[in-house]
């Protein structure tokens, strides 16, 4: 993906979190944005342990500041982590985070003992996924039928499946699209800017209904607004969204995911741990974009879970949103 295009994303996402300084890695590459200054760990004895090896080090670096170590989130909650500061997050370009990089590599040793990961950085989960949005959704004009067009079946209330999509909320005007008829949710919070412009990604979650309902006409959408007008949300409070969205209803048939990060590791984020923990003593299956500019590099939030036989509680999506086509006949169908 161009440069260019990356950095694009990155000043509408930053837009959209002007209270929290954002820097992009891993170290001078480009491949994902995070919080600026900050390490996610998880809560408790781990929480105690990665801050004071990180305290230590910097105590033993001349130029590193350890006054700056310290809990900046909750002792404990449900998501099962909380953030450390480790850094000025006003020191720097967007491509410098030395006290991230230094604390990370600070808990490497005790990492390799403890046999798993103990530290990560506090990314940013959005529904561009690699920074590079696909161009759907296209309007159709007046005088052409949507695409994907609707499946001809029919809807039944005894047997439709529940579709919880968690992504920006529903626009006003929903409704008058015929095949959302059995879709609810939350209203998006603020569709334009000052001057009267649609924000970026305004009607995302609106779409992704829209393709759910054309290509799986018997299901019982709901739509929640979990992510902020840029589509983004801190992966520290990403397993707190997903918690909220599931409490709210209830555990859905398929959880429509389209958010989510690359983190130049397998093995998922840390934030949704938790979730992806009590995911898998449900019957819902998870339908995760794996992001839209066809890269290698594997995005999150899960890595594909370990499940019991006849288990299968978490679907990647289509790698390009450019290349994959909804097959009509499930409503577990998977999307960039």
Known sequence: MAPQR????????????????LATGPDDSAEFMYEKGVVLVRDGEEARIVEDTVRAHFTAAPDLDQGQVRRAGPQANRSGVTRIRVGDPGEGSRGTDRAVAQALRAVHEREARAGHRMVARNHVVHIAVNACPGDEPVPVPVSEPPNPAAADTAYDPDRAVGVLVVDTGLTHDYRSCALLAHTDGDAQVQECDEQGILQQYVGHGT????????VAPSTDITVRGSLNDAGAVLESEFGEKLFEAVDAGGWPDVLSLSAGTSNGRTDGLLGVENFMRELREQRTLLVAAAGNNGSAPPSGPPPTPTCPAGRTPCCPSAPCAATASPAPASPTTAHG
Request: aromatic fraction near 12%; charge should be negative.
């Open 6 to 21: 990356f950095h694009e994303q990155f000043d509408q996402i930053q837009r959209s979190m002007p209270d929290v300084p």
């Open 207 to 214: 779409f992704i209904a829209g393709l759910v309902a054309a």
